[in-house]
């Protein structure tokens, strides 16, 4: 149609009679306007089909992270940036190299004094020490198996796809060329080439600045694969002789940003209770990873006496690396002489080295507690007196400025700041803290690992940030869904609960305990409402207690109060079913389990087969192993463990009870093959790095029964398929519940949670019951289980106008269509399923029959858009006088249907409103 429109235009342009031109005019403004219409059509029903195309699978990568949390909008390409002086750069080459110079430092011998040097030489003196073991078959299988699939990969352009296909041809080609790597303390130059990938940290900016760039560097996989092999090491290494200080809260296992808040709150707390003074100085560190220095890190390693074939592999990692930063058809190379590589496996760990040096000094300073989060550093003072505290503050700060200098790093006093935990009738108006001789910034309000930390301690401020938040993403939602069409209903239940609640949760041990005033529950409940609305595609006139129960989801108070108390529950039990880290054996120590993928053709071989299974009937655990030799039962054993616990650690704690059997009997073959019908458990036991208490010692014992020469074999057996030994173990297990000595074990995880989620619901319902909004919707939903027992249900624009009442006629514009109806008709008429007019003789109440007729009388009233009150009144009049009972029919049944499906999802009270 383009083509008639440009041709109708070039005809109406040259066309010189007075007469024509106005017809060829009229004809092409015509033709115009059709045209526009039909691309606005085009394009909104492209929009349509494109967010209808979008499901569970693909929304995070469709739509989330570029078109709901952030605006739409094209790729950025650097070609030039803004510098400190403000000039842009121009050339291609002026940019790589400004880049290359900013995040890539050189370490010139130059700028070193008498301390530097002399670490420099103890770091290039020989080192002796013990020899740690080769890499086992087993750490490098779990290496290259946990390989994610989707990483970039480096220069060799080598996938993980294809380090994976290769390593399953050849099992043993990567354990031989590690294994050399580590005898000959040589890391090869092939795998220190890293190709740079500048990403801009704020897209927004269509020319980045300099400072504003960051440096992604891509390595080879099969280099990142020896790195995870000797960093596994080191962890280990430092864990077992407790070397790492426990302030260090980043990168370390069993540690999160969570417990570090959690940790700086109670400090904060305990110091109240004891009235003391508390200043909080928080540290950043400028360039922390790019200016790690070499020498110093080389130096920890050989105090802390690591293996010296480790030692000797670092080394020469941390040598003749270099990096290659591609711009258009540019190309500049660096040779690295500090930092640590963004996109490393070893940068964090090595970087802990560094700050472990600092955290060890600081633990000495008096009134002085640290936190350290990876290159974040916290640092709360407490005294009783004011004067006193700023004095030690200030000394520790010397004490930081000095060790900087000796690592060659630079702190930011733009971005370091100190807040103080002010106390009534005390001014600190007077008190400064200086680093590197820069005055220090006293705020009442900093970002702090995600959470808002104001001077009170409140949290009001970090809830508001919540709210500010969800108000970015709620903007997103509009852009994407509306009433009538936009993201599937499932596809936004999924974006709330995986990609709205996760994030309001966060950290919720440590503030959520605000959420108990009603000021700040109502921050949270009035956002979270507006973006239920999105799910429930209703009316913004819909209550609070409609819209949460309609979407299934609770209040977002009690949802982060019940989450809070599952965190607080789970960090008490959950320490007992795991192993410390430094308590774990020796990598090369932990054995996984040989599994044969079918045991059926192989059972002869195995003159001892022994079955498992766990069982849970009438809420009873039980479990049981059957020992048989040679095709006859030898020995079988029961035991039962709390009601509480899950299946899957009956069936764990079953094959590690039967390990220990065969660790007793070991004298009675030289081979053993453990057959269960769990294949979680075989996969858990397959992980040498687990923590889990059960695989810990499973682990244990068959590293023993190999060093005597006895084998254990595990293969997975089908339950209920007429194996004689799995059905023998499986009605064991169920005999098993029937005990009445109960073996002690840790509840399970699951079941803390289903208690959580239990106590939310009766807590939701409880307020539910006792509101009085949602009337209407209570007759269909007269509690919380009956819309929570219906899990497929899915809400639309009609189905929530119907259960709320809230529609496109709200039942104070019925009444008036009511007002105008009983006008025009006599009182002895009633409007029924398919008859002729009459009027109800009951309660003026309008019932959702009611409502749909008469939102349905007043559709067809503003067909024509009546502009005044006599316009309206008459066009009510006239849709009266044409109304029969064939014509309600369609709009009658309309509410049958919606009635019908409502029915089995719960609404048992809804059948008498047919009537």
Not at 707 to 720: E, L, Q, T
């Amino acid at each position: 149609m383009r083509k008639q429109v440009n041709a109708a235009r070039r005809r109406f342009q040259r066309n010189r009679n007075p007469i024509l031109i106005e017809l060829y005019k009229q004809k092409y403004l015509h033709l115009r306007h059709t045209y526009s219409l039909k691309l606005q059509d085009a394009k909104l029903n492209s929009w349509r089909e494109f967010l209808m195309s979008i499901n569970e699978r693909n929304v995070w990568k469709k739509i989330y992270t570029n078109g709901i949390k952030q605006n739409f909008m094209k790729g950025i390409e650097v070609s030039g940036i803004y510098l400190p002086s403000g000039n842009c750069t121009k050339p291609l080459e002026e940019t790589t190299n400004e880049v290359l110079n900013r995040n890539f430092l050189t370490d010139p011998y130059s700028t070193d004094n008498s301390f530097h040097r002399m670490i420099r030489a103890e770091a290039s003196l020989n080192y002796v020490a013990n020899l740690d073991p080769p890499f086992t078959m087993s750490e490098i299988n779990s290496v290259i198996e946990n390989l994610k699939c989707n990483k970039a990969p480096g220069l060799d352009s080598i996938s993980n796809e294809i380090l994976k296909q290769v390593h399953r041809m050849f099992p043993n080609l990567f354990s031989k060329i590690f294994n050399i790597c580590l005898k000959l303390g040589s890391f090869p130059r092939c795998w220190k080439r890293a190709n740079v990938v500048l990403i801009p940290k704020n897209s927004g900016l269509r020319i980045p600045h300099l400072d504003n760039l960051r440096c992604i560097s891509l390595l080879p996989s099969l280099g990142k694969c020896l790195e995870k092999l000797f960093v596994n090491r080191i962890t280990w290494f430092f864990h077992n002789k407790k070397l790492l200080n426990k302030a260090q809260f980043g990168f370390t296992p069993h540690k999160s940003c969570e417990d570090a808040l959690l940790y700086l709150k109670d400090i904060v707390d305990e110091g109240k209770k004891k009235n003391l003074h508390t200043v909080l100085v928080f540290l950043d560190i400028k360039g922390a990873f790019d200016h790690a220095w070499w020498p110093g890190i080389l130096v920890f390693l050989r105090k802390a006496g690591i293996p010296c074939n480790i030692f000797r592999l670092i080394k020469d990692f941390l040598h003749d690396r270099s990096a290659l930063l591609s711009l258009g058809h540019v190309s500049s190379s660096r040779i690295l002489e500090r930092g640590c590589p963004q996109g490393s496996v070893s940068g964090p760990l090595l970087w802990n080295l560094i700050m472990n040096d600092l955290l060890n000094r600081l633990s000495y300073c008096p009134s002085c507690k640290t936190i350290a989060f990876a290159d974040d550093l916290l640092i709360c003072f407490q005294e009783k007196c004011p004067i006193t505290l700023f004095n030690t503050a200030q000394n520790t700060l010397n004490i930081i400025s000095n060790w900087s200098r000796e690592q060659k790093l630079e702190f930011n006093p733009n971005k370091s700041k100190i807040m103080i935990i002010k106390r009534k009738h005390v001014s600190y108006s007077n008190q400064q803290l200086y680093l590197d001789n820069a005055l220090l910034e006293t705020v009442n309000e900093i970002k702090y690992l995600g959470v808002i930390l104001d001077h009170k301690f409140c949290w009001k401020n970090h809830i508001m940030y919540l709210s500010n938040k969800c108000e970015n993403i709620l903007r997103g939602l509009n852009r994407v869904s509306c009433n009538t069409f936009g993201l599937k209903s499932n596809v936004i239940n999924m974006i709330y609960k995986q990609g709205i609640v996760p994030f309001i949760c966060y950290a919720s041990r440590v503030w959520g305990t605000a959420l108990e005033k009603k000021i700040n529950s109502r921050i949270l409940r009035r956002i979270q409402r507006r973006i239920l609305l999105r799910v429930v595609r209703g009316y913004r006139t819909i209550s609070y207690e409609a819209c949460f129960v309609i979407s299934g989801f609770p209040p977002i108070d009690l949802h982060v109060l019940n989450d809070k108390k599952f965190k607080d529950t789970i960090s008490k039990f959950m320490f007992d079913t795991k192993v410390l880290f430094e308590d774990l054996p020796h990598p090369a120590d932990r054995l996984p389990i040989q599994i044969i993928i079918d045991a059926n053709s192989v059972d002869d071989n195995f003159p001892l087969v022994c079955y498992t299974d766990g069982s849970k009937i009438n809420n009873r655990v039980g479990l049981a192993y059957v020992v048989f030799h040679h095709g006859f039962e030898l020995e079988y054993k029961l035991f039962r463990i709390p009601n509480e616990c899950s299946v899957f650690q009956a069936e764990l704690l079953c094959i590690s009870e039967s390990i220990k059997w065969i660790s007793n009997n070991y004298s009675l073959s030289a081979k053993f093959l453990i057959r269960t019908d769990s294949l979680s458990s075989l996969y858990s036991l397959r992980n040498i790095f687990s923590c889990n208490k059960l695989i810990v010692t499973s682990h244990a014992l068959l590293k023993d029964l190999n060093n005597k020469g006895v084998d254990v074999i595990f293969s997975h057996v089908r339950g209920h398929t007429g194996n004689l030994g799995n059905e023998r173990a499986d009605w064991l297990a169920k005999q098993a519940t029937n005990l009445q000595v109960i073996t002690p074990m840790i509840l399970s995880k699951s079941f803390f949670k289903s208690k959580s989620r239990d106590d939310t619901i009766l807590k939701w319902n409880e307020l539910y019951r006792n509101s009085t909004n949602a009337s209407l919707t209570k007759l269909y939903f007269p509690s919380i289980l009956h819309r929570l027992n219906n899990k497929h249900f899915l809400c639309n624009f009609e189905i929530t106008q119907f259960l709320t009442g809230h529609g496109w006629c709200p039942p104070y514009i019925a009444r008036d269509v009511k007002t105008f109806l009983l006008e025009s008709l006599t009182e002895n008429q009633v409007i029924s399923l398919g008859c002729k007019i009459q009027w109800p003789s009951r309660s003026p109440d309008l019932t959702p029959t009611d409502f749909w007729l008469w939102g349905y009388l007043k559709s067809r009233a503003y067909r024509g858009y009546p502009s005044t009150l006599v316009e309206l009144k008459n066009a009510i009049r006239l849709t009266v006088a044409a109304i029969d009972g064939d014509m309600l029919y369609s709009a009658v049944m309309g509410v049958v249907t919606s009635l019908t499906c409502l029915l089995p999802c719960g609404g048992g009270n809804a059948e008498h409103l047919l009537l």
